[in-house]
């Protein structure tokens, strides 16, 4: 009826005109959208690695085989000139050979099993017009076999708890400070802070506040109480910008802590020059003397953050479940087993896990120290990772508890995250029988390497809300 009113004012042409523009306007308002949500690219060259085994385990010795083929633009390429290596995890390979793929592109390569429980990688690579192409896969063998070869030292839980009394001794201090540049559709942002383990030295982290359904901010006079997560951080000096989760939409406040003792919310110039100076592999600081280590105050401030949680006339104390991924993994089951104020737990491939490996002659989990044989204190040092080691706290955790393990994962490789998975709660205080045992689970993907899909991290979340 419009056009018909439109018609009476212009010609034929005209409207042809305006029936054209309107039309391409309409249909450049559909497409730009789902173009840019569609993504079909990958590098130009794949090496595909496919194991005859689907879920990549195997048993000690048994042979594996590996299905290898090249491509580009979804095509195999025929007659390609393959380099192998085939060997333990992260060490040196126990083989090195070339293959040819032959006309069909295919090839089928048989491996020899590990004589041990633990994991080996295949790796192959190519030259194609002048640029290099590498794919790797770690296959496991046994892996629910692979103990840690960490031990526990004697005085480690009091050493442990005198440590948390003395951060403890010292004044919180607390502030929260608006930060409205940081806030969404979904929370409010403050920057919190508070004393740590002596006087003038803070820890620092980002506290989102869920919105109500109606946009406007919640009531923090104490009159209603909400549950935390905590997500403890990956290694590194950055700040941090609030993090996308569930967590907010089922009405949990998210605390996103900082460890290194500074400001989360600062110019991105003062962290960069930071990790280049002051704070450069932070993660080897002090490492001869387990007084003096970098992580000692950082573990011990686990269990003040709830401390000044706890002295928030908003926070229901009994809803606090941790979370987090490499070393913010490390420190979710760090704080787990130093405070029972933790109803859940879900780590991601914890750093800071056997963390003395390489001196034991075997891989070590990040930062991957203690690797050369010369090295000076080596054995002390060797000694004081043990107080620090994230399979030694593993064994106290009490709570429910989600591990997320990726087997391509060669920065907290696979072997230090079940060394923490075959000791996970085996000296937590016995439940009490009348009620359940807490849940234990392993949550393996195993083409992840240090990473994870967004809808695992989202499962992890799900996870560690309900399980408290």
Not at 100 to 108: E, I
Request: glycine share 6%; proline share 6%.
């Amino acid at each position: 009826m419009f056009m018909s009113f439109v018609g009476f004012f212009l010609n034929k042409n005209t409207m042809k005109r305006i029936l054209f523009i309107s039309l391409t306007l309409l249909l450049s308002t559909l497409c730009i959208p789902a173009a840019a949500q569609i993504r079909n690219t990958r590098d130009y060259i794949t090496i595909r690695l496919i194991p005859n085994h689907g879920d990549w385990n195997y048993r000690v010795s048994e042979t594996a085989e590996v299905s290898l083929s090249v491509e580009r633009a979804n095509c195999v390429l025929p007659d390609m000139t393959v380099e192998c290596e085939w060997g333990p995890e992260l060490r040196t390979p126990d083989r090195q050979w070339t293959v040819q793929t032959g006309k069909k592109g295919l090839q089928t390569l048989t491996l020899k099993g590990s004589s041990q429980p633990g994991f080996m990688t295949l790796k192959a690579s190519i030259s194609y017009e002048g640029k290099r192409y590498t794919n790797y896969i770690n296959l496991a063998f046994s892996p629910d076999q692979i103990l840690p070869t960490t031990t526990l030292p004697a005085d480690f839980l009091s050493f442990w708890q005198t440590a948390v009394n003395e951060v403890r001794a010292v004044p919180l201090m607390t502030d929260l400070a608006p930060r409205s540049e940081l806030n969404s559709d979904q929370y409010i942002a403050y920057e919190v802070c508070f004393q740590n383990h002596k006087k003038g030295c803070y820890l620092y982290g980002l506290m989102q506040i869920p919105r109500n359904t109606d946009g406007t901010p919640l009531n923090l006079s104490g009159e209603k109480r909400y549950p935390v997560m905590i997500e403890w951080p990956g290694a590194g000096v950055k700040s941090h910008k609030g993090i996308e989760s569930v967590a907010t939409d089922e009405g949990y406040i998210i605390l996103e802590m900082g460890v290194n003792g500074i400001s989360v919310t600062q110019d991105e110039a003062i962290y960069r020059d930071l990790k280049a100076n002051a704070l450069s592999h932070y993660w080897t600081t002090g490492l001869d003397n387990r007084d003096t280590y970098y992580y000692k105050p950082i573990y011990a401030g686990t269990v003040k953050t709830v401390d000044m949680l706890c002295a928030l006339p908003f926070i229901d104390t009994t809803r606090i479940v941790v979370s987090g991924g490499s070393q913010g993994g490390a420190l979710s089951l760090v704080h787990a087993a130093l405070d029972s104020r933790v109803k859940a737990v879900s780590a991601a491939y914890p750093a800071l896990s056997e963390i003395g490996g390489f001196y034991h002659g075997r891989v070590a989990g990040w930062p991957q120290i203690l690797k050369d044989p010369d090295e000076p204190a080596r054995a002390e040092k060797a000694a004081v990772a043990a107080y620090y080691d994230v399979v030694n706290f593993a064994r106290f955790v009490s709570q429910p508890c989600k591990l997320f393990i990726g087997y391509n994962d060669r920065t907290c490789c696979s072997t230090s995250t079940f060394s923490v998975w075959s000791v996970l709660g085996e000296k937590a205080p016995t439940p009490d029988k009348t009620k359940k045992s807490p849940a234990k689970e392993l949550f393996v993907v195993q083409d992840c390497a240090h990473w994870q899909y967004p809808e695992h991290r989202q499962a992890r979340h799900r996870w560690v809300l309900s399980a408290e």
